[in-house]
């Protein structure tokens, strides 16, 4: 079955300090992935995506993620972290372009002074 | 794990009729459950939130009396599309946060709504 796992529910972080967000899929011939964030009392939004190309995708914010498909993942990276970063990061993965997102359980990324 | 049960997973209706789409938290208490809508790329618009026992709180743009949505209960939330148009069909995705854990959220497996 087509599944995504983040392994970390939460991450605490001091500020400045760099941070990975972990994201492992199911393997399968194609895969598109994704990472979503919500900051509080936001919708989620989209941080960064991989179809196709370069494995090092950049994102907004800072981040960016490497495509590893002999790993199966897509780990989540930000070299400096900000408190404004604090917020619900999630890895989603499709199967086919336009097709249906299948989210992670979430990372609780917390960044403190 | 927390599970949200969306249904269903696919529907086609025609033009004009009205689709229903339940959002259920099957192990937990929901106190607040969001609704989007997935676009092409995978870019996902927040139509509304919706806290148990209250009105739902739209996004700017999203018709209110053509998207219906009821959270009537701590594990139920439902969104009715009324009148559907061909331009409504998409992908309908539901969160759901668990009042405990942590509030943490969890995602429905989404509803593809196909409108002739």
């Known amino acids: 079955a087509q599944s995504v796992t983040q392994l970390d529910s939460q991450v605490p972080v001091f500020e400045e300090a760099p941070v990975e967000l972990r994201c492992n899929y199911s393997s399968s011939v194609s895969v598109y992935l994704f990472w979503y964030v919500q900051y509080p009392n936001q919708g989620l939004q989209l941080l960064l995506k991989?179809?196709?190309?370069?494995?090092l995708v950049k994102g907004i914010n800072g981040f960016e993620a490497e495509f590893n498909k002999s790993q199966t993942s897509f780990h989540l990276r930000k070299p400096s972290v900000h408190i404004s970063d604090t917020a619900e990061y999630f890895c989603a993965v499709t199967y086919n372009q336009g097709g249906k997102l299948i989210f992670g359980q979430g990372t609780e990324l917390s960044v403190k002074p | 794990g927390a599970v949200v049960s969306q249904h269903p997973s696919r529907v086609i209706c025609k033009s004009g009729t009205s689709v229903k789409i339940e959002c259920r938290s099957l192990d937990f208490q929901a106190t607040t459950m969001f609704w989007y809508r997935q676009f092409p790329k995978q870019s996902l618009m927040l139509m509304a939130t919706?806290?148990?026992?209250?009105?739902?709180?739209?996004e700017q743009g999203v018709e209110k009396d053509k998207f219906l949505i009821n959270h009537a209960s701590l594990t139920l939330s439902t969104l009715t599309v009324t009148s559907a148009h061909p331009e409504d069909s998409s992908f309908y995705i539901c969160?759901?946060?668990?009042?405990?854990?942590?509030?943490?959220?969890?995602f429905g497996s989404g509803t593809q709504l196909s409108v002739l």
């Open positions: 991989y179809l196709s190309g370069s494995t």
């Open positions: 969160s759901a946060r668990d009042r405990g854990q942590g509030k943490k959220l969890f």
């Open positions: 919706s806290n148990e026992g209250s009105k739902a709180t739209y």
